[in-house]
């Protein structure tokens, strides 16, 4: 595990591999851990770096991980400027000047990765947007996400485990592959109320990118899992062709996380890519 200063927090990221920086944003509430299976994958064609996100996994909140009330909140944007920031660094770290980089983002890393492309499209070589949308929440979603930042103290990691698990999987991955289920559960158990508080918060108050989608000209792929009922094949369709310069593909025997029920085919979706690309 390396570890890098972001302003006032310090970022756990696994590093692997050789070529340009690929940084993987997970989803909510997980941690670098939901990438483990890709990196070692994608390690031949890229400089991968599967960091946990400020506030989740080994990386502190940090103080501007607060609202102006002393709230822990987060927002997409603080996120974003923490992953262009880890992204000098590196160029630094590696000796290059102002080398594109690529942002692979996972729901919640999906909203990240928009934000990014809103503020600093021109460090990006590449987009890679998975099992996520360009949508404010809805009024009803918002209250929800609010609701369980002031209760997950009280309510408990361990039980929000056991509650999201079954939405996030295929019914496949459920059957045939118990591993995935138990990295599932250990991986969120692990998670501090104060990061899924501070996250819950800032999810509550995105922006609706939707208008941003016809603008973006970074290379783009959008990517899915088969069976994900939190991000519907349909609706990234949507999104894809809303997207001048998108490519789809999508993850047979898959939910809502990919990298972890069918790494081969997530890794193999974006080398394919990377390499029409390039
Ligand atoms: C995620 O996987 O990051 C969540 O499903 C995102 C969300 O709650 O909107």
């Given at each position: 595990m390396k570890k890098f200063l972001v302003d006032d927090t310090t970022y756990c990221a696994t590093t692997k591999g050789s070529g340009p920086v690929l940084l993987f944003a997970h989803g909510f509430p997980f941690d670098g851990r939901l990438?483990?299976?890709?990196?070692?994958?994608?390690?031949?064609?890229?400089?991968?770096?599967?960091?946990?996100?400020?506030?989740?996994?080994?990386?502190?909140?940090?103080?501007n991980g607060h609202n102006s009330l002393g709230a822990p909140r987060v927002k997409m944007g603080r996120f974003a400027d923490d992953l262009a920031i880890l992204g000098s660094e590196l160029d630094c770290e590696l000796g290059r000047k102002n080398a594109k980089i690529f942002v692979c983002?996972?729901?919640?890393?999906?909203?990240?990765?928009?934000?990014?492309?809103?503020?600093?499209?021109?460090?990006?070589?590449?987009?890679?947007?998975?099992?996520?949308?360009?949508?404010?929440?809805?009024?009803?979603?918002?209250?929800?996400?609010?609701?369980?930042?002031?209760?997950?103290?009280?309510?408990?990691?361990?039980?929000?485990?056991?509650?999201?698990i079954p939405t996030l999987i295929s019914p496949k991955t459920a059957k045939n592959k118990p591993e995935v289920v138990e990295t599932l559960r250990e991986m969120i158990s692990s998670q501090s109320a104060l990061g899924i508080a501070a996250a819950s918060r800032g999810m509550a108050v995105r922006r609706d990118l939707t208008d941003l989608l016809p603008t973006i000209e970074v290379p783009t792929?959008?990517?899915?899992?088969?069976?994900?009922?939190?991000?519907?094949?349909?609706?990234?369709?949507?999104?894809?062709?809303?997207?001048?310069?998108?490519?789809?593909?999508?993850?047979?025997?898959?939910?809502?996380?990919?990298?972890?029920?069918?790494?081969?085919?997530?890794?193999?979706?974006?080398?394919?890519?990377?390499?029409?690309?390039?």
């Open positions: 990438f483990q299976p890709v990196v070692d994958r994608l390690a031949t064609r890229f400089f991968c770096v599967a960091l946990d996100l400020r506030g989740f996994g080994g990386t502190p909140l940090g103080s983002g996972l729901s919640m890393g999906g909203y990240i990765l928009l934000e990014f492309l809103r503020r600093r499209p021109q460090m990006l070589a590449g987009a890679i947007f998975c099992d996520s949308n360009a949508k404010a929440d809805s009024e009803e979603k918002a209250k929800s996400r609010l609701y369980l930042a002031e209760t997950i103290d009280s309510f408990g990691v361990r039980n929000l485990a056991e509650n999201t792929l959008v990517l899915g899992g088969e069976d994900d009922s939190l991000s519907p094949p349909e609706s990234l369709d949507e999104i894809a062709s809303a997207i001048p310069s998108a490519s789809r593909a999508t993850i047979p025997n898959a939910g809502h996380v990919p990298p972890l029920e069918n790494p081969d085919a997530f890794a193999n979706a974006i080398l394919e890519w990377h390499e029409r690309i390039a």
